[in-house]
């Protein structure tokens, strides 16, 4: 059995929220006339209508969106896999788990800005 510091857990706890934070930016980037709500509900739903949104932009921002996207779901897999690794004997650090917490937000951050913030009209 793990027993994590609770330096540990604190760390964990941030990554987690930081990850469902993301998939809620990405259930909305990819809700289209859709419920983003009912997709954010629905485990890995966020991802995939993201993605199928990114292959059904315009072509002048579809590469540029689909990276963004691809750049998020590496982000999720990792933060995954680190957790997933505790139990496997891996690293149990607390600056780990921060580490991920802070690509998870640039993430967030960059699909946010690049994507949902609503545009100027110069």
């Known amino acids: 059995m793990v027993k994590l510091a609770e330096e540990t857990?604190?760390?964990?706890?941030?990554?987690?929220?930081?990850a469902t934070e993301l998939e809620h930016v990405l259930s909305r980037l990819g809700a289209g006339e859709a419920d983003?709500?009912?997709?954010?509900?629905r485990a890995g739903a966020p991802l995939l209508a993201a993605r199928e949104a990114a292959r059904s932009a315009p072509p002048p921002i579809r590469a540029d969106y689909?990276?963004?996207?691809?750049?998020?779901a590496?982000?999720?897999a990792v933060g995954q896999a680190a957790l997933r690794a505790v139990w496997r004997g891996g690293r149990t650090d607390p600056a780990l788990f921060d580490e991920i917490t802070a690509r998870l937000l640039r993430c967030r951050d960059v699909l946010h800005d690049r994507l949902l913030a609503p545009q100027g009209t110069d």
Not at 10 to 17: K, P, W, Y
Not at 36 to 41: G, R, T
Not at 66 to 72: Q, T
């Open 9 to 18: 857990l604190a760390a964990v706890g941030r990554m987690t929220v930081a």
């Open 36 to 41: 983003p709500d009912e997709i954010f509900a």
């Open 66 to 72: 689909a990276s963004l996207v691809e750049g998020a």
């Open 74 to 76: 590496t982000q999720l």
